[in-house]
């Protein structure tokens, strides 16, 4: 892997470019540079053939400064330890500038949840958590739902966590079924809050979002909601989707319950029916008002960005953009809302069910969107500023708002 496509190298080269721009402490820096702890886990699971096959996984806490480690648990076959150790930092980065009492955490195990039966994938998960029972609680490190693992695998790591402490430890573990403890509003979290800051950029910008067009590349659980809510709460018309098929195209817009049909059905959003086939590369480079890169990281880079004439970019997806890209879309004056805000909605809700969970008092829906944003239109608020008075883009601005939050704690804790 070079290091354009190593995404710790990515992590680290944005982390230090604004550490320059603040004149970070050194020994802060270092230390903000790596996880402090990781675990590699190897994990032997019956198939339903009767064999035992063997996987590796990984959980990287990379700093609890601020408050228990918190992050997902992504099921990939390409998962590696530096990618888990880039979206360890991220949430780091993330919970700060949330203002959220909670440091970064992420795991992975690399597996192809795809080809697996819901036997398999249960028997994964609950040897996962054996492995990392004791790096993980309430109080320690709290995972959740990401790239390919859902609420029901977040039901089987909680009973097999609980079975290991012989009582229910609710608040292990976030992203739950309703049923189990789970938070009203915690599905559509991720793509609400990029919802709430869409507003506050049209904004800013001047801009008018009733009727205007978006795109949305993937269409998992953030890009499937994405275009529920851009019709539902902003009038938009989304006018291209895509998923690991392929991608399509109509200029009418398409209708969210007929297609989340369809890929309910067939398993894609292609063959919609009297939706135009276009290329993967074709929708990134529309003229959108709203671009949603919302499927896995590295996917707007020096090569594409060039081309790309969304007005604004919501990165639904954790590392959409490389470092590169992210300077030419600067330059070209795309309004850039980075990862570590437009996704954060999703962990926000987590920690608003942690709360619920510690309470045994749950909230109704309403009370949950009002919160979060609350909490999405004061961080989009402290990110602007910050952007302004540093003279630095979008992501630097989010970047430097959250490194001077867990900096602090650290100082205080006398870490530095
Ligand atoms: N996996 C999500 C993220 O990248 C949510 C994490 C969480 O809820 O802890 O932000």
Redesign the pocket.
């Known amino acids: 892997m070079t290091d354009q496509t190593n995404l710790f190298a990515t992590a680290q080269q944005q982390l230090d470019e604004a550490a320059s721009v603040i004149a970070l402490d050194a020994a802060a820096h270092q230390l903000l540079r790596w996880p402090l702890r990781e675990l590699h886990v190897t994990l032997p699971v019956k198939m339903d053939n009767g064999t035992t096959q063997i996987f590796h996984g990984f959980r990287v806490q990379h700093n609890d400064a601020r408050g228990p480690n918190?992050?997902?648990i992504r099921f990939h076959p390409d998962e590696t330890i530096d990618t888990i150790r880039a979206?360890a930092a991220?949430?780091t980065w993330?919970t700060a500038l949330l203002d959220i009492p909670l440091g970064g955490g992420k795991g992975g195990i690399i597996c192809n949840p795809k080809t697996m039966s819901s036997g398999e994938l249960e028997r994964l998960s609950r040897a996962y958590i054996r492995q990392l029972g004791s790096f993980l609680g309430p109080d320690k490190d709290?995972?959740?739902?990401?790239v390919y693992t859902s609420p029901q695998i977040m039901a089987w790591m909680l009973d097999e966590y609980s079975t290991m402490q012989g009582k229910n430890k609710f608040g292990v573990i976030?992203?739950k079924p309703l049923a189990l403890g789970g938070s009203a509003g915690r599905g559509d979290a991720?793509a609400r809050g990029g919802i709430f800051c869409i507003r506050e950029a049209a904004d800013t910008l001047g801009l008018n979002l009733a009727g205007a067009r978006a795109a949305i590349q993937g269409y998992g659980n953030a890009g499937s909601f994405a275009h529920k809510l851009c019709v539902e709460l902003l009038g938009m018309k989304v006018v291209a989707l895509s998923d690991s098929k392929g991608s399509i195209y109509n200029p009418e817009g398409f209708l969210y319950p007929a297609l989340l049909a369809h890929k309910q059905q067939t398993g894609s959003v292609t063959g919609f029916p009297g939706a135009e086939v276009i290329s993967d590369s074709e929708l990134l480079k529309l003229e959108v008002t709203v671009l949603f890169p919302a499927a896995l990281e590295s996917v707007i880079t020096a090569k594409n960005a060039p081309d790309i004439r969304a007005k604004i970019i919501a990165e639904l997806a954790?590392g959409a953009t490389t470092p590169e890209a992210d300077t030419i879309l600067h330059h070209n004056g795309v309004y850039l809302i980075p990862d570590l805000l437009c996704?954060?909605g999703?962990?926000t809700?987590?920690w608003f069910e942690m709360v619920q969970n510690a309470y045994g008092y749950y909230w109704q829906e309403e009370e949950v969107h009002q919160h979060l944003e609350k909490k999405m239109k004061a961080a989009f608020h402290s990110m602007q500023q910050a952007a302004q008075t540093r003279k630095v883009h979008n992501r630097m601005a989010a970047y430097i708002v959250a490194i001077e939050r867990v900096a602090e704690a650290m100082k205080l804790r006398g870490w530095y």
Do not use: E, R
Request: net charge positive; charged share 15%.
């Open positions: 918190k992050g997902g979206l991220w949430m993330k709290i995972p959740a739902p990401d976030t992203g991720t954790n996704n954060a999703g962990v809700v987590s």
